[in-house]
């Protein structure tokens, strides 16, 4: 993950030392020692930086390497790069109007303490809350027998997030689930971070989650192992060992196929489609037609797929699905004001989204591979289906 982007963190790590220490400390003729002692920390994140690029996979199997680096990232870098930028800014200001003070510093400053606060607060309470979001979804399609279903989605636990620190988060989120007293429990994808070891210490808590009538899956992204460095037949085991610990949790995983749920006479359909990414980022093995062979056209459908993406470049212009539920986005795990970067990548990120009758419910998830979120709770979304 890191080798990818190694250049422009170097860049942003060095840059702004070297900007301050030649327009401030150079000029009011700073000892050397005083310099080197100002260059140490850009030194370790260069250090620090280089070393984890050279790590093959997408992330060193230690996430506690990772995170902390992250930590590091976003306390030192990120606003020591802000601090530059709004320190340039107001030189240009000063230039052009004549001004002897340069106010960008004192925003700069400012912006540090805020930046500081989003990293604290996200890292710690902010990961650690889990809200409930109830909404309503009515359908003309619904069989009378399901109005006042109640379904709960969840999405993205990530597990391998939760180290012996954070199990009390993971916790919780159960416990949130378990609370609603569903009558079906759906889960949209992304239940590790890297490979099925993680699932391990957990498998007693997950298995715990449960409805009246049941609990249905889908594989996201990260449950395909394609984040570790390893050969194809390593990958395929670990794919298989994945979905084994899912259904041996007693989850109907669903694998490009669908199930049925009665009520009486009535029933509605259940449909998991594989994670149907842009297949390069992101795997694209969602099979529509073999995801609804055989389901009679005046069927209720809920489709779990895993990326949202899917739902306007598959979902809808090829099937009849009146309720999509998906995942994947986490709305960036960041929201200030309402507004997440999210809005910059999809279309659809968090909330429920309609086209006519047809809706998706985009869940902002749970977890995440980094620990943190600020504005963004992890969420247990409800939804009642009403018939019209």
């Known amino acids: 993950m890191i080798a990818r982007i190694i250049l422009p963190i170097l860049i942003m790590t060095i840059v702004p030392f070297l900007y301050v220490d ?114 309503e979804f009515a359908s003309a399609d619904l069989p009378a027998a399901f109005d006042g279903y109640r379904i709960v989605h969840i999405s993205d636990l990530h597990v391998g997030t939760y180290d012996e620190s954070r199990s009390h988060i993971l916790q919780k989120a159960v416990d949130s689930i378990n609370a609603q007293h569903a009558d079906l429990v759906f889960f949209t994808g992304d239940l590790q971070n890297r490979e099925p070891q993680e699932l391990y210490p957990y498998t007693d808590l997950l298995s715990s989650i449960k409805a009246k009538d049941g609990v249905f899956s889908v594989m996201g992204n990260h449950d395909y192992a394609d984040y570790i460095k390893a050969d194809a037949v390593a990958k395929a085991a670990n794919l298989r060992e994945t979905q084994r610990l899912e259904r041996s949790f007693g989850w109907n995983l669903l694998v490009n196929e669908h199930s049925s749920v009665k009520r009486g006479s009535d029933s509605i359909v259940i449909a998991g489609m594989e994670n149907d990414g842009d297949g390069k980022h992101f795997p694209q093995k969602g099979d529509m037609a073999k995801t609804l062979a055989g389901v009679p056209d005046n069927a209720f459908i809920i489709m779990l797929e895993h990326d949202p993406t899917a739902w306007r470049r598959k979902i ?15 709305a960036m795990q960041f929201s200030l004001f309402g507004w997440s970067p999210s809005t910059l990548v999809y279309s659809e990120w968090g909330g429920m989204f309609y086209e006519g009758a047809r809706a998706i419910n985009v869940s902002t998830g749970l977890g995440g591979f980094l620990p943190f979120r600020f504005g963004v709770p992890g969420e247990v979304v409800v939804i009642t289906l009403r018939a019209k």
């Open 22 to 135: 030649l327009r401030y400390l150079k000029r009011r003729s700073c000892s050397w020692q005083k310099r080197l002692l100002w260059w140490l920390p850009a030194i370790f994140m260069a250090v620090y930086s280089i070393s984890l690029s050279l790590i093959k996979g997408f992330a060193p199997s230690d996430t506690t390497v990772m995170n902390l680096y992250l930590f590091l990232l976003g306390f030192i870098v990120v606003p020591m790069f802000v601090f530059m930028l709004c320190s340039l800014v107001g030189l240009g200001i000063c230039r052009l109007f004549r001004k002897k003070r340069n106010y960008g510093n004192l925003i700069g400053l400012l912006l540090i303490f805020a930046l500081w606060y989003i990293l604290i607060y996200g890292s710690t309470i902010g990961f650690s809350k889990v809200v409930v979001r109830h909404v």
């Open 316 to 330: 809808l212009p090829h099937s009849d699905v009146q309720l999509t539920l998906s995942g994947h986005t986490h």
